[in-house]
């Protein structure tokens, strides 16, 4: 009884315990449902509201976007651009061009936009036209879309003027040359030695300046009474040389003298003729490396050889008492083909000494063709011997030196009267140039650099070639010495290192006129020379001193023309632009205009995207 009555009791407070919890359960969520009611009611108003802007800022969006599209397609935009350029306009009543891009616009965009979208279509930051019922100041939010035009530009004709220039023909060509003069002597114990040399220069030729520079070695310590005779077509010169370096040499009691006169007045077009006479009391006369002619003058030839080149020298005349000798240098581009060369030489009075081997070491007659090693010997040549050399096969490319020794070699002479290298001895080198003929528009000019700075040995040289030069001929050095032995030539450019572009094979065989091939040089950049005289063991010689006169040339084909040039408005502005830029080419290039026959061409361009521009375009839409 007990235990069942405590049973029912225990499960009566459950029952009453459950039911209490059930009512406080059912209060709660009635208030909850109440609560959350309300926030939703609140959050929906909120959202449709932010919706609503949402989806009006996208409906405006899409409009601008489209509209803009529109425009771009069928062409409207390009054609509001050429009238608001065209009449540089800022706003849309500045004049008719200005008014007819805006009613443009205007006549577009309201068949393309709702009544009551507000708009603004810009070019660059104008304003062409806009409908503005609501200040955008005001608005909610606002569209903005952008297209990139071409074709025309604010302040510039849709249509333009493009110019070029060009030589149609070349009247004459204002150009500087060096013709050398060989390294050459004899003339013992104060006879003479004897030079008459021919220069030929064009029969057109106008002669603005001639300078002959002298490198000789004669006379003694004392003044120089053994410089007899300079004379330039017959006007004697010797008393106007301006003597800038001497150098004396105890051993021989002579002088080395290199100076310099004005032979301007004395030259002529057509042929020329110098006669020099020198002679040593104790030793031998002869020129040094450095005895030149450079000659500026105008003339309608060309001294360069293009194609199948056929090049024939005449030697000068030289008369030495007693023997005689020249160095005689001629050249083989790089690149040529087809090389052949040959020598014609001839020779007066020359004595047969039967021992000359056996009492000099040498015989009457020596020939050395670019090596120390003899080429050709005559022990027992008659009086006037004739002889014909095939060089072909001893040619480099480069300079090639040729040394003549006529009863005599270096410090002894043996002969008993004047003897003569004849003026009817010549070079002559065939070959096919790298370079066959003229490009359009193009005239071959030479320019002449001096070292200056001191005189050394070793010398070096730095000099640039102007970017607008696109085709290198031609270069040389052209060596001015004091004493001389053996020369040695190094070429290099910024961008590469020193090579030997020239050695003397032998003592005493180094020429005025040394080819350096253009392939050395950098066109716009830095460009090196060296110059050393190396004594016969190997030493430098201090006392053999590169002179600062001595100067590189380099010849190069100019291209007197210049393509088109920017877009003008008128035709007269274009072709001024092209003229300009032709005469400022010309110039750098050493080319005067004056020389030349110019012809111009323009052309009148329009429709082009990409003739002006680009510019901008900006729609705002905004309610």
């Not at 002579?254 to 030259?267: K, P, Q, Y």
């Not at 002969?415 to 003229?438: A, C, D, K, M």
């Not at 010398?459 to 031609?474: Q, S």
């Not at 050395?520 to 430098?540: A, E, K, V």
Request: with cysteine; hydrophobic share 40%; proline share 4%.
């Amino acid at each position: 009884m007990v235990r069942g009555a405590l049973r029912r009791t225990t499960n009566h407070k459950l029952q009453t315990t459950n039911r209490k919890a059930f009512v406080f359960s059912l209060d709660a969520v009635i208030a909850l449902v109440l609560v959350l009611f309300a926030f939703t009611f609140a959050v929906s108003i909120s959202s449709t509201r932010i919706e609503s802007q949402l989806q009006n800022y996208e409906q405006l969006h899409f409009m601008a976007h489209d509209s803009m599209e529109v425009l771009s397609q069928i062409g409207i935009l390009d054609e509001i651009g050429a009238l608001w350029a065209t009449g540089n306009c800022t706003t849309s009543i500045d004049n008719d061009y200005c008014v007819n891009a805006a009613n443009l616009a205007r006549t577009k965009l309201a068949a393309l936009l709702p009544t009551n979208v507000n708009y603004a279509l810009l070019f660059q930051n104008d304003t062409v036209d806009q409908i503005a019922n609501a200040p955008l100041a005001n608005s909610s939010g606002v569209a903005i879309t952008t297209r990139v035009a071409s074709g025309f530009t604010k302040g510039r004709a849709q249509t333009g003027f493009v110019a070029r220039a060009y030589a149609t023909k070349v009247n004459n060509r204002t150009t500087t040359r060096t013709f050398p003069v060989h390294t050459s002597g004899s003339g013992w114990s104060a006879k003479e030695f004897v030079l008459l040399k021919n220069i030929t220069l064009p029969n057109d030729a106008t002669i603005s300046n001639g300078t002959l520079y002298l490198s000789i070695h004669s006379g003694s310590a004392q003044a120089n009474p053994e410089f007899k005779q300079l004379k330039v077509n017959g006007n004697q010169l010797k008393d106007n040389v301006v003597w800038r370096y001497t150098g004396f040499d105890s051993g021989s009691n002579s002088r080395a003298a290199f100076g310099t006169v004005d032979a301007t007045a004395a030259l002529q077009a057509g042929n020329n003729t110098l006669e020099m006479r020198v002679s040593s009391p104790q030793y031998n006369a002869h020129i040094h490396p450095g005895m030149y002619f450079t000659i500026t003058m105008r003339t309608n030839q060309s001294f360069v050889e293009l194609g199948n080149v056929k090049h024939k020298e005449y030697l000068d005349y030289y008369s030495g008492d007693n023997g005689v000798w020249a160095i005689i240098p001629y050249t083989v581009p790089k690149n040529a083909t087809g090389v052949t060369a040959a020598m014609h030489l001839e020779a007066e009075s020359v004595r047969n000494l039967a021992n000359e081997f056996s009492q000099y070491g040498h015989y009457d007659v020596e020939v050395y063709v670019n090596n120390a090693t003899l080429f050709f010997s005559d022990a027992a040549p008659n009086a006037t011997p004739i002889y014909d050399f095939n060089l072909t096969s001893v040619s480099v490319t480069g300079t090639n030196v040729i040394a003549i020794y006529i009863n005599s070699y270096g410090d002894t002479a043996w002969g008993q009267q004047e003897t003569i290298i004849s003026p009817r001895s010549f070079i002559e080198v065939n070959y096919s140039s790298p370079i066959q003929q003229y490009g359009f528009g193009e005239i071959d000019i030479t320019t002449v650099k001096e070292f200056g700075g001191a005189n050394s040995n070793p010398k070096d040289f730095n000099f640039t070639i102007p970017a607008e030069i696109e085709k290198l001929y031609d270069s040389n050095v052209n060596l001015v010495e004091g004493f001389s032995n053996q020369i040695n030539v190094s070429a290099w450019n910024q961008f590469t290192s020193p090579a030997i572009a020239y050695k003397a094979p032998t003592v005493r065989a180094s020429p005025t006129k040394i080819y350096v091939s253009p392939d050395y040089w950098l066109i716009n950049g830095t460009n090196s020379i060296r110059l050393r005289d190396f004594q016969p063991g190997g030493g430098l010689s201090a006392n053999n001193l590169i002179l600062q006169w001595t100067a590189v040339d380099y010849t190069h084909l100019a291209r007197v023309a210049v393509p088109y040039g920017n877009v003008f408005d008128s035709q007269s502005n274009a072709t001024s632009d092209a003229y300009n830029r032709l005469e400022q080419r010309a110039t750098v290039q050493g080319v005067n205009l004056s020389d030349i026959l110019i012809a111009n061409e323009t052309i009148q361009i329009g429709g082009v995207p990409t003739l002006w521009g680009p510019e901008r375009f900006t729609l705002q839409l905004w309610q």
